[in-house]
């Protein structure tokens, strides 16, 4: 079993920047693919970033290449997304979720989640 928690939404204008954190426990929490996921009011669960624990090879939609940032640190289980230049369509509650080794874009493939962190930029 992997717990995840996460922390860090808020309320941003547009242009503006948060970081989110997600803390990752549990026996096998070192060995698992961290993704950020995000849904917005009346939408489906939207793949955002991913990235391996070995390695720290990283995956990003297209809507926010360039902008944000996944990254980790093994240390301390935790897995961060740096968000830039943030626009009001980058409103959502976001998620961090955990699967065995490798990153998939496909929120089904993941076997655990965080509780999700709103987040809401204002035009």
């Known amino acids: 079993q992997v717990q995840l928690v996460e922390s860090g939404g808020g309320l941003v204008q547009a242009g503006g920047s948060l970081r989110l954190s997600c803390v990752a426990s549990?026996?096998?929490?070192?060995?698992?693919?961290m993704g950020w996921f995000r849904q917005a009011p009346g939408k489906g669960r939207e793949f955002v970033a991913g990235i391996r624990w070995r390695g720290g090879t990283v995956y990003y939609a297209d809507s926010v290449k360039g902008r944000f940032t996944i990254s980790r640190d093994n240390s301390k289980n935790t897995a961060y997304l740096q968000m830039n230049s943030l626009k009001p369509e980058d409103t959502a509650v976001y998620y961090c979720?955990?699967?065995?080794?490798?990153?998939?874009?496909?929120?089904?493939?993941?076997?655990?989640w965080g509780q999700g962190t709103q987040v809401t930029v204002s035009s």
């Open positions: 979720a955990a699967r065995s080794l490798v990153v998939t874009t496909n929120d089904l493939e993941y076997s655990y």
């Open positions: 549990g026996r096998t929490a070192s060995s698992q693919a």
